[in-house]
């Protein structure tokens, strides 16, 4: 595979959270074909973050499925992807009289 | 010791201008023990100024209200955001004592008034302080999330 082909499999992403991104600045280049969860557990493991199984990844309204690969979330090339915990529920004993 | 957890965490929130783009947030007040910004509902287009309260950080959770963004005044519980899943409660606080007030409320772990609240008194804000995601920005990123899921 040519170096032009190999340029045209990768991608590059940038991971958003209150914690700091990864990269620090700037993108890291991934394989198209790159699963999310294999991004953001290396974002996890940068940024020192635990138990962020339930963490949800967002591009801009649309939650992203980690168990996909890059390509198949429809990531464009240079995105900033929110990763943030998740909030199941709320509580219905506050209403409980 | 309070102000200094608070003023680092915040400092991480201020200095990163692709959280602030991504998640559509507007800091307006930033000074301890007050962290208050605006958000951009994303389906609605609605805007609600949100005021946490830090004091006595990380020992006790935030307080939360939200703000009318012209007056700075606090909004009224009818203002509040709904949904299906319980978090928000326009009216109803009850503090451990069980007296009624008519006081709006966000219910979820994170926020001191889940935590004092008459039916939580139990569910200690210590089982959550040292998890992940519960630090000042977990905890903000929480309550806007859920804020992006009401019928606000």
């Known amino acids: 595979m040519s170096e032009h082909d190999q340029h045209e499999h990768k991608i590059e992403v940038k991971i958003v959270t209150t914690a700091g991104n990864f990269p620090e600045t700037g993108f890291k280049e991934f394989s198209r074909q790159e699963k999310l969860e294999t991004v953001l557990k290396e974002a996890a493991e940068h940024l020192k973050l635990h138990n962020t199984e339930n963490w949800i990844a967002r591009l801009g309204d649309r939650q992203l499925n980690p168990a996909l690969s890059l390509e198949a979330n429809q990531i464009p090339d ?11 529920g709320g509580g219905e004993l506050c209403t409980r009289k | 010791m309070s102000k200094q957890l ?4 915040v400092g991480k929130i201020l200095r990163n201008a692709d959280l602030l783009v991504e998640r559509g947030w507007l ?8 962290f208050a910004l605006a958000v951009k509902h994303r389906k609605t287009g609605r805007i609600r100024v949100f005021r946490f309260i830090f004091d006595d950080w990380n020992d006790l959770p935030p307080k939360l209200s939200f703000l009318d963004g012209e007056t700075l005044l606090e909004l009224p519980g009818a203002m509040w955001p709904t949904n299906a899943l319980s978090h928000w409660h326009q009216s109803g606080w009850q503090p451990a004592n069980g007296a009624s007030t008519g006081q709006p409320f966000m219910c979820m772990a994170g926020i001191r008034e889940y935590h004092t609240h008459q039916s939580h008194i139990s569910d200690s804000w210590e089982n959550y302080k040292k998890q992940s995601g519960f630090d000042l920005g977990g905890i903000v990123s929480r309550v806007t999330e859920v804020f ?5």
């Open chain 1, 78 to 88: 240079k995105s900033k992807i929110s990763w943030a915990p998740s909030e199941p």
């Open chain 2, 6 to 9: 608070f003023e680092e965490e």
């Open chain 2, 27 to 34: 800091v307006l007040v930033a000074i301890y023990p007050e």
């Open chain 2, 148 to 152: 992006q899921k009401s019928d606000v």
